[in-house]
T-cell receptor, first 109, second 113 residues
């Protein structure tokens, strides 16, 4: 069964500190992984897709098949990064997404 | 491009009533997905539709829930005889084709009294 685990409900850091949001997945096939972000009062929006290997807003995520992880990282957190972050796994030809429960990132000044 | 539109944004129903949730995909998108988010949980897939076709409804409850995406007009998620456990946020997403990035709407928050 496909599953995504985000072990932290809340991650609180100070501005300028490094950030790592954890995501582990369970999937027997070849995974397609995503990070979505939801800022306050806004809709869910795509932050990263692993195959694109982009860096968006300073965030990066590397797929580690050995550890079945897709952690989201940023070297220096900004206050505007405060949001809810969801890791998602694409399955069945990516026709549906399996989401983790989300991690709320709070960046304090 | 206005993005994925959902209405209503908030819906209150009494037990036993029907709830109809609408989703208009982004312009040019013909693939629609519905997800449900219960309190303190992640989004859970319900159904995937293309125009006039249900492709995957593996996440839909067996009873009371139905979805359609007609040739003209928005996709509709219909919940008959709502119960308190149906209270949740319902999100719609669309993509230009299957396997491509899904873009999400703002969600409809259903409250069943």
């Amino acid at each position: 069964a496909q599953r995504v685990t985000q072990p932290e409900k809340l991650l609180s850091v100070f501005k300028g500190a490094p950030v790592e949001l954890k995501c582990n997945y369970s999937y027997s096939g070849s995974p397609e992984l995503f990070w979505y972000v939801q800022y306050s009062r806004q809709r869910l929006q795509l932050l990263l897709r692993h195959i694109s290997r982009e860096s968006i807003k300073g965030f990066t995520a590397d797929l580690n098949k050995g550890e079945t992880s897709f952690h989201l990282k940023k070297p220096f957190a900004q206050e505007e990064d405060s949001a809810m972050y969801y890791c998602a796994l694409g399955s069945r030809g990516f026709q549906k997404l399996v989401f983790g429960t989300g991690t709320r990132l709070l960046v304090s000044p | 491009n206005a993005g994925v539109m959902q209405n209503p944004r908030h819906l209150v129903r009494r037990r036993g009533q029907e709830a109809r949730l609408r989703c208009s995909p982004m312009k040019g998108h013909s693939h629609v997905y519905w997800y449900r988010q219960l309190p303190e949980e992640g989004l859970k897939f319900m159904v995937y539709l293309q125009k006039e076709n249900i492709i995957d409804e593996s996440g839909m409850p067996k009873e009371r829930f139905s979805a359609e995406f007609p040739k003209e007009g928005p996709s509709i998620l219909r919940i008959q005889q709502v119960v308190r456990g149906d209270s949740a946020a319902y999100f719609c997403a669309s993509s230009i084709q299957g396997g491509e990035t899904q873009y999400f709407g703002p969600g409809t928050r259903l409250l069943v009294l």
